[in-house]
Protein backbone atom coordinates (compact mmCIF):
# COMPACT_ATOMS: atom_id res chain seq x y z
CA UNK A 1 0.00 0.00 0.00
CA UNK A 2 1.26 3.46 -0.89
CA UNK A 3 0.34 6.57 1.03
CA UNK A 4 1.40 9.91 0.84
CA UNK A 5 1.15 13.55 2.00
CA UNK A 6 1.30 16.26 -0.55
CA UNK A 7 0.89 19.77 0.25
CA UNK A 8 -1.56 21.35 -2.15
CA UNK A 9 -0.36 24.68 -3.36
CA UNK A 10 -3.10 27.19 -4.50
CA UNK A 11 -4.04 27.12 -8.11
CA UNK A 12 -3.53 23.46 -8.06
CA UNK A 13 -6.01 20.67 -9.48
CA UNK A 14 -6.47 17.59 -7.25
CA UNK A 15 -6.20 15.26 -9.94
CA UNK A 16 -3.27 14.42 -12.55
CA UNK A 17 -5.09 15.56 -15.71
CA UNK A 18 -6.84 18.74 -16.56
CA UNK A 19 -10.61 18.29 -18.40
CA UNK A 20 -10.86 21.93 -18.99
CA UNK A 21 -12.00 22.36 -22.75
CA UNK A 22 -11.11 25.92 -22.97
CA UNK A 23 -7.61 24.84 -23.34
CA UNK A 24 -6.50 27.05 -20.11
CA UNK A 25 -3.19 25.43 -19.03
CA UNK A 26 -3.80 24.51 -14.81
CA UNK A 27 -1.44 22.57 -12.71
CA UNK A 28 -2.36 19.45 -11.53
CA UNK A 29 -1.10 16.69 -9.27
CA UNK A 30 1.16 15.48 -12.24
CA UNK A 31 3.41 18.56 -11.95
CA UNK A 32 4.44 17.75 -8.76
CA UNK A 33 4.08 13.92 -7.78
CA UNK A 34 5.76 10.73 -10.08
CA UNK A 35 4.47 8.31 -7.99
CA UNK A 36 1.82 6.13 -10.46
CA UNK A 37 -1.52 5.28 -9.64
CA UNK A 38 -2.33 6.92 -6.41
CA UNK A 39 -5.24 8.79 -6.39
CA UNK A 40 -6.54 11.67 -3.65
CA UNK A 41 -8.84 10.86 -0.79
CA UNK A 42 -11.02 13.81 -0.74
CA UNK A 43 -10.53 16.59 -2.48
CA UNK A 44 -9.32 20.56 -2.24
CA UNK A 45 -11.07 22.98 -4.13
CA UNK A 46 -8.25 25.05 -6.99
CA UNK A 47 -8.33 28.13 -4.60
CA UNK A 48 -7.71 26.19 -1.02
CA UNK A 49 -4.47 25.09 0.00
CA UNK A 50 -2.82 22.31 2.22
CA UNK A 51 -2.99 19.11 3.38
CA UNK A 52 -4.05 16.09 0.93
CA UNK A 53 -3.62 12.62 1.10
CA UNK A 54 -3.41 9.97 -1.56
CA UNK A 55 -3.23 6.28 -1.84
CA UNK A 56 -3.34 3.64 -4.03
CA UNK A 57 -5.68 1.82 -1.93
CA UNK A 58 -9.34 1.70 -3.00
CA UNK A 59 -10.86 0.56 0.45
CA UNK A 60 -8.66 3.29 2.29
CA UNK A 61 -9.94 5.86 0.15
CA UNK A 62 -13.27 5.02 0.80
CA UNK A 63 -12.83 4.79 4.59
CA UNK A 64 -11.22 8.06 4.78
CA UNK A 65 -13.07 9.54 2.40
CA UNK A 66 -16.96 9.00 3.10
CA UNK A 67 -19.16 10.99 5.28
CA UNK A 68 -20.52 8.40 7.39
CA UNK A 69 -16.85 7.65 9.36
CA UNK A 70 -16.86 11.10 10.65
CA UNK A 71 -13.10 11.64 10.17
CA UNK A 72 -11.97 15.15 11.26
CA UNK A 73 -10.14 17.14 8.87
CA UNK A 74 -8.85 20.90 10.72
CA UNK A 75 -8.77 23.80 8.58
CA UNK A 76 -7.02 27.64 9.15
CA UNK A 77 -9.32 29.91 7.67
CA UNK A 78 -8.35 33.91 6.93
CA UNK A 79 -11.80 35.42 6.82
CA UNK A 80 -13.04 39.23 6.18
CA UNK A 81 -14.14 41.16 9.40
CA UNK A 82 -13.96 40.11 13.27
CA UNK A 83 -16.91 37.19 14.13
CA UNK A 84 -18.32 37.43 17.35
CA UNK A 85 -18.88 34.67 19.83
CA UNK A 86 -22.66 34.24 18.53
CA UNK A 87 -21.48 34.17 14.96
CA UNK A 88 -18.80 31.55 15.73
CA UNK A 89 -21.92 29.59 17.82
CA UNK A 90 -23.80 29.65 14.20
CA UNK A 91 -21.16 27.71 12.49
CA UNK A 92 -20.46 25.46 15.19
CA UNK A 93 -23.91 24.62 15.37
CA UNK A 94 -24.24 23.99 11.99
CA UNK A 95 -25.70 26.37 9.41
CA UNK A 96 -27.90 25.60 6.12
CA UNK A 97 -26.37 25.56 2.58
CA UNK A 98 -29.02 25.40 -0.30
CA UNK A 99 -30.92 22.17 0.94
CA UNK A 100 -28.92 20.48 3.89
CA UNK A 101 -27.38 21.76 6.93
CA UNK A 102 -24.25 21.25 8.05
CA UNK A 103 -23.20 19.25 10.94
CA UNK A 104 -21.92 20.34 14.14
CA UNK A 105 -18.07 21.91 14.08
CA UNK A 106 -15.08 22.84 16.22
CA UNK A 107 -14.84 26.51 15.27
CA UNK A 108 -12.51 28.96 17.44
CA UNK A 109 -10.57 32.57 16.46
CA UNK A 110 -6.79 31.64 16.75
CA UNK A 111 -4.96 34.57 18.83
CA UNK A 112 -2.51 34.92 16.13
CA UNK A 113 -1.74 34.77 12.56
CA UNK A 114 -0.33 31.29 11.83
CA UNK A 115 3.16 30.46 10.30
CA UNK A 116 2.17 29.90 6.73
CA UNK A 117 3.98 29.95 4.00
CA UNK A 118 3.08 32.90 1.67
CA UNK A 119 0.64 32.27 -1.11
CA UNK A 120 0.99 33.02 -4.75
CA UNK A 121 -0.53 35.00 -5.48
CA UNK A 122 -1.74 36.77 -2.44
CA UNK A 123 -4.87 37.74 -1.24
CA UNK A 124 -6.48 40.99 -2.20
CA UNK A 125 -6.33 42.98 0.81
CA UNK A 126 -9.09 46.17 1.82
CA UNK A 127 -7.23 48.34 3.58
CA UNK A 128 -11.20 49.38 5.69
CA UNK A 129 -11.29 46.32 6.21
CA UNK A 130 -10.22 44.26 8.73
CA UNK A 131 -9.26 40.50 8.69
CA UNK A 132 -9.26 37.41 10.95
CA UNK A 133 -8.03 33.74 11.01
CA UNK A 134 -10.03 31.03 12.28
CA UNK A 135 -9.71 26.63 13.12
CA UNK A 136 -12.33 25.09 11.52
CA UNK A 137 -12.66 21.17 12.33
CA UNK A 138 -15.12 19.07 10.48
CA UNK A 139 -16.22 15.90 9.91
CA UNK A 140 -17.32 16.20 6.72
CA UNK A 141 -16.02 17.08 3.30
CA UNK A 142 -18.93 18.97 1.35
CA UNK A 143 -18.22 20.92 -2.16
CA UNK A 144 -16.47 24.37 -1.09
CA UNK A 145 -18.30 23.40 2.15
CA UNK A 146 -16.11 26.25 4.41
CA UNK A 147 -16.00 29.09 1.39
CA UNK A 148 -20.62 28.69 2.00
CA UNK A 149 -20.25 28.12 6.00
CA UNK A 150 -18.46 31.07 6.77
CA UNK A 151 -20.41 33.49 3.28
CA UNK A 152 -23.59 31.94 5.47
CA UNK A 153 -22.67 34.09 8.17
CA UNK A 154 -21.78 36.96 6.60
CA UNK A 155 -17.51 36.55 6.58
CA UNK A 156 -16.34 35.20 3.20
CA UNK A 157 -13.30 33.64 2.95
CA UNK A 158 -10.10 34.75 1.56
CA UNK A 159 -7.61 32.26 2.17
CA UNK A 160 -8.39 28.18 3.12
CA UNK A 161 -5.85 26.01 4.50
CA UNK A 162 -6.16 22.10 5.27
CA UNK A 163 -3.68 21.98 8.12
CA UNK A 164 -4.76 18.42 9.21
CA UNK A 165 -6.50 15.22 9.05
CA UNK A 166 -7.66 13.37 11.95
CA UNK A 167 -7.59 9.10 11.76
CA UNK A 168 -10.21 7.16 13.86
CA UNK A 169 -8.37 4.33 15.15
CA UNK A 170 -11.02 3.64 17.86
CA UNK A 171 -14.20 3.15 17.41
CA UNK A 172 -15.81 0.69 20.31
CA UNK A 173 -19.04 1.15 21.46
CA UNK A 174 -18.97 3.15 25.26
CA UNK A 175 -15.64 4.44 24.88
CA UNK A 176 -14.32 7.71 23.74
CA UNK A 177 -13.13 7.49 20.56
CA UNK A 178 -9.27 7.70 19.73
CA UNK A 179 -7.60 9.34 16.98
CA UNK A 180 -4.30 9.87 14.94
CA UNK A 181 -3.42 13.01 13.60
CA UNK A 182 -1.82 13.64 10.58
CA UNK A 183 -0.17 17.16 9.77
CA UNK A 184 1.94 19.71 7.77
CA UNK A 185 4.36 20.07 10.15
CA UNK A 186 7.48 20.53 7.80
CA UNK A 187 6.10 19.96 4.37
CA UNK A 188 6.03 23.30 2.24
CA UNK A 189 3.43 23.99 -0.61
CA UNK A 190 3.94 21.28 -3.64
CA UNK A 191 6.46 18.90 -0.95
CA UNK A 192 5.06 15.49 -0.54
CA UNK A 193 6.11 12.48 1.90
CA UNK A 194 5.35 9.00 1.97
CA UNK A 195 3.80 7.76 5.34
CA UNK A 196 6.31 6.29 7.64
CA UNK A 197 5.90 2.61 8.99
CA UNK A 198 4.27 3.07 11.90
CA UNK A 199 1.67 5.64 10.47
CA UNK A 200 1.20 2.91 7.61
CA UNK A 201 0.41 0.52 10.45
CA UNK A 202 -2.14 2.57 12.39
CA UNK A 203 -3.78 3.25 9.04
CA UNK A 204 -3.75 -0.11 8.08
CA UNK A 205 -5.80 -1.31 11.11
CA UNK A 206 -8.54 0.06 9.18
CA UNK A 207 -8.71 -2.74 6.73
Not at 49 to 65: I, Q, S, V
Not at 111 to 139: A, F, G, H, N, S
Request: glycine residues 4%.
Amino acid sequence: MRCILFYKPYGVLCQFTDNDEDGAKRKTLKDYIKIPNVYSIGRLDLDSEGLLLLTDNGKLKHRLAHRKFAHPRTYWVQVERIPEEKDLDKLRSGVVIKDYRTRRAQVKILEQEPDLPPRIPPIRYRKTVPTCWLEITLTEGRNRQVRRMTAAVGFPTLRLVRVGISIKISQRKNIAPQFYDLRLDSLQPGEYRELTNKEKQIIQELL
